[in-house]
């Protein structure tokens, strides 16, 4: 028999939508999130934290034994400015005979619709003003060398080497994994996700990532490197504005992801009249520069803890 949208459960395509989303736009989690079920208002700040990794360890000294190092967070304001959501509807012509795979078919597309959006917002905030360091490399000189080059530029600037995520866009992309150093490696360790997927294992202790649709944003902008106290992504759901105790000609409820956090706010409907349903994902979400430094002279704020991969001049 076959399969109709009608039958579909909503909740089933959200979190299938979540790890398609996740898995599309891998970066996404790699850099540091704060993602919950929880409603707020448009515009409303959220506050994120970041870890700030400790300094150098203690001398132990007699008579005060070991003296704990607090643990340090900063807080991020994040102003959640960003309200998603993707909408479909089905009409019961629509619907009258298929045999696709309509709960993967359907997240697949809303999962793309929604990170393409939220990483076209993520990648707008990376300007040279709020991320002064910057590594020209051209895209055929995009190899293992030119990646323990910016690694070696991070580690020069304190970065800690730990919890490393590198974004490039296609071209940038396709040749670091055409390095031969690299396919050899996979190759000799019997790994051939690089051939069969086109992912890319840690190089120089980053973990590569691709977003075909980076803009160069002015200034030749290829891609990022560097720590995921760099960028924060915070999400959050509408508030649901029907009272409890209201019927109401359809259904809204939170729809989260037990291992990420990650939550939609699903609505979905049928209209009789039309015999047409209709179901819309929603997220409301904030994007912000990560852990920054203040330059005592110029009051400035930057931050030293990514850097821009750009065409050379």
């Given at each position: 028999m076959p399969n109709t949208y009608g039958t579909l459960n909503g909740v089933l395509v959200v979190q299938q939508t979540i790890k398609s989303l996740l898995a599309m736009f891998p970066y996404l989690s790699q850099i540091t999130t704060d993602f919950s079920e929880k409603p707020i208002l448009y515009s409303q700040t959220a506050t994120s934290r970041v870890a700030v990794p400790h300094g150098d360890a203690q001398t132990f000294v007699p008579g005060t034994g070991y003296v704990a190092t607090n643990v340090t967070t900063v807080d991020i304001p994040v102003t959640m400015n960003i309200w998603l959501h993707d909408t479909y509807s089905i009409t019961g012509a629509d619907a009258s005979s298929t045999n696709r795979d309509l709960i993967q078919?359907?997240?697949?597309?809303?999962?793309?619709?929604?990170?393409?959006?939220?990483?076209?917002?993520?990648?707008?905030?990376?300007?040279?003003?709020?991320?002064?360091?910057?590594?020209?490399?051209?895209?055929?000189?995009?190899?293992?060398?030119?990646?323990?080059?910016?690694?070696?530029?991070?580690?020069?600037?304190?970065?800690?080497?730990?919890?490393?995520?590198?974004?490039?866009?296609?071209?940038?992309?396709?040749?670091?994994?055409?390095?031969?150093?690299?396919?050899?490696?996979?190759?000799?360790?019997?790994?051939?996700?690089?051939?069969?997927?086109?992912?890319?294992?840690?190089?120089?202790?980053?973990?590569?990532?691709?977003?075909?649709?980076?803009?160069?944003?002015?200034?030749?902008?290829?891609?990022?490197?560097?720590?995921?106290?760099?960028?924060?992504?915070?999400?959050?759901?509408?508030?649901?504005?029907?009272?409890?105790?209201?019927?109401?000609?359809?259904?809204?409820?939170?729809?989260?992801?037990?291992?990420?956090?990650?939550?939609f706010q699903l609505r979905e409907y049928y209209d009789m009249i039309l015999d047409k349903f209709t179901r819309s994902l929603v997220v409301i979400a904030g994007v912000a520069v990560g852990y920054s430094e203040t330059d005592a002279g110029t009051g400035a704020s930057t931050c030293s803890r990514m850097v821009r991969i750009t065409t050379p001049a």
């Open positions: 078919e359907q997240a697949d597309l809303s999962a793309y619709a929604i990170g393409n959006t939220l990483s076209k917002k993520l990648f707008a905030i990376i300007t040279a003003a709020a991320f002064p360091q910057v590594m020209p490399i051209s895209a055929v000189g995009m190899n293992r060398l030119s990646t323990n080059a910016v690694r070696a530029k991070l580690n020069k600037l304190g970065v800690p080497d730990m919890n490393r995520v590198m974004i490039l866009n296609s071209d940038y992309y396709a040749a670091l994994g055409a390095d031969i150093t690299i396919v050899g490696n996979l190759y000799n360790k019997g790994s051939d996700d690089s051939i069969t997927e086109g992912s890319l294992p840690r190089v120089g202790g980053f973990q590569p990532s691709e977003y075909p649709l980076m803009q160069d944003q002015g200034y030749g902008l290829q891609g990022v490197a560097g720590n995921k106290e760099a960028l924060v992504l915070t999400t959050r759901t509408p508030v649901n504005p029907a009272p409890s105790d209201t019927p109401i000609p359809g259904r809204i409820e939170t729809v989260q992801d037990a291992r990420t956090g990650f939550a």
